[in-house]
């Protein structure tokens, strides 16, 4: 992937040397062509994250939408039992593979599409990249949906109402409408433009920070480390608006509230306590931390080997 500067070379060019690549193309690179292989790299490099991490996911869930403490959210998953264990997957796994090929592949589009209509312009091609970033990021918010029907189907008040994900969607569209299906659309823009921004600009900076890999298996090293401190660090910074967007979709049918209204309400239920707010945040971090590291490292080796 690109990053901001005309002075970085994207990470998934470091397999390179005197111009060709270690690496064969593979007879799919043919097939997707130069800008479809990153939505295909980006959607396979989610599946392997969601599968290995909603276990992570649902825990956090509960603590972000109940604020209590670890031990007590996994408490409520063993109650739960283990054939609960993995309802929800089907949104989230549909969502966040849908989403990050959007992410990576719409990201590589917009800026091939805005660097040659900047060209001769004297527009600097950092802000040209962070706007690609922005736009990818926006776009991705069209797909809230899946998050909306994900927090139903995780929330255990929500069990004996909705059963699967075919059945929560229709349930909304037939009983409120397709605008219930959009709750929490705020938070989630709010989110999405500017982490994608800080995504994409500092991954390659970060990287070039890294010792240099000599090895198929350094550069994997490598780009886990890049993408798992990048989203570990987005992941506390956005945690607020993640808090709202759980509370504000648990809730089926009645107003829309404002975040800002939101945020009120749970402030002045756990007690105007910052720490409490961000209860979750440590779990977060280290789920943050695996999923982007499983994320960033598959998509760069995927593009090598496509």
């Keep these: 992937m690109d990053s901001p500067s005309a002075q970085t070379p994207p990470p998934s060019a470091s397999l390179s040397k005197g111009g060709h690549s270690l690496l064969s193309a593979g007879p799919l690179s043919a097939i997707l062509g130069p800008q479809g292989k990153h939505y295909v790299c980006g959607s396979i490099a989610a599946f392997t994250n969601i599968m290995v991490t909603f276990p992570i996911q649902k825990v956090l869930f509960r603590q972000q939408l109940h604020g209590v403490l670890a031990v007590e ?15 929800g997957l089907l949104p989230p796994l549909l969502q966040k593979s849908t989403t990050v090929a959007i992410m990576f592949g719409l990201y590589q589009d917009f800026s091939r599409v805005l660097l040659e209509r900047a060209e001769g312009s004297g527009v600097p091609e950092l802000v040209t990249r962070s706007f690609a970033a922005a736009l990818a990021g926006t776009a991705e918010a069209f797909l809230a949906p899946f998050e909306r029907v994900q927090t139903l189907l995780q929330d255990h008040r929500h069990h004996g109402r909705f059963n699967n994900t075919a059945h929560t969607f229709r349930t909304l569209l037939t009983e409120y409408g397709f605008r219930e299906c959009y709750r929490g659309l705020v938070p989630i823009l709010l989110r999405n433009g500017p982490s994608n921004v800080l995504f994409f600009g500092l991954r390659g900076p970060i990287k070039e920070q890294l010792p240099e890999a000599t090895s198929r298996a350094g550069h994997l090293v490598n780009d886990f480390v890049c993408g798992g401190v990048l989203g570990a660090a987005l992941g506390i910074m956005f945690y607020p608006l993640n808090v709202i967007k759980s509370r504000a979709q648990s809730r089926v049918g009645g107003a829309f509230q404002p975040c800002g209204q939101v945020l009120l309400m749970v402030w002045r239920e756990r007690g105007g306590s910052v720490a409490m707010l961000f209860r979750g945040a440590h779990l977060n971090y280290h789920r943050s931390l695996l999923s982007w590291g499983i994320i960033n490292a598959t998509y760069e080796l995927l593009l090598k080997l496509i």
């Excluded at 996994?74 to 264990?85: C, E, I, M, S, Y």
């Design 73 to 87: 959210a996994v408490r409520q998953l063993q109650k739960d039992g283990l054939r609960n264990l993995y309802r």
